[in-house]
């Protein structure tokens, strides 16, 4: 069965869901890259200071044991450590812009994607809800297992139909 063909197997509803998903991959990848650009405006800047305004700025106090390995991580940061980090944001966001396309575009290989990148991550999701029950850990996770088994979903009902 060719990809048009395919393409037809899918529903207004799951047009729409894919649709939303795509959405949430590209505000991912804009999150991103908005943070990449904000990390190479910090380079030739003293990340000790930039990191204590932060601080100050959303009041934490420095103190706090978080505070201290984000300080102590602002102490050991030279530019090249900068680029590479921001090369690492665009290099991300550039995969979950084109997951974001793919799945727009109801591709198979965007589904795929979608599927093995967010199982990927669900571990991890899992471990931070058990270190420590949060709202925005709840909600990450639910989202993100309600996204996996949706494109297992889609993925099952297209091969079964293409049989």
Not at 22 to 29: C, F, Q, R, S, V
Not at 43 to 53: L, P
Not at 85 to 108: D, M, N, P, Q
């Amino acid at each position: 069965m060719n990809s048009s063909t395919a393409s037809n197997l899918v529903t207004r509803r799951q047009m729409e869901a894919l649709r939303f998903v795509a959405l949430l991959e590209l505000i991912k990848g804009c999150f991103v890259l908005a943070a990449g650009f904000g990390v190479l405006s910090l380079i030739h800047r003293d990340a000790w200071d930039v990191a204590v305004n932060l601080l100050r700025f959303f009041h934490v106090s420095q103190d706090r044991h978080s505070a201290q390995v984000f300080l102590d991580l602002a102490d050991h940061m030279t530019d090249a450590k900068l680029w590479a980090i921001a090369a690492g944001a665009a290099v991300y966001s550039t995969f979950r812009f084109i997951e974001a396309y793919g799945l727009w575009k109801a591709r198979a290989w965007a589904e795929w994607f979608a599927l093995l990148l967010g199982a990927f991550y669900l571990p991890f999701e899992v471990y931070e809800l058990i270190r420590r029950v949060t709202a925005v850990r709840i909600g990450v996770l639910a989202i993100n297992l309600a996204i996996v088994l949706y494109m297992l979903f889609l993925r099952i009902t297209k091969a079964e139909a293409l049989v």
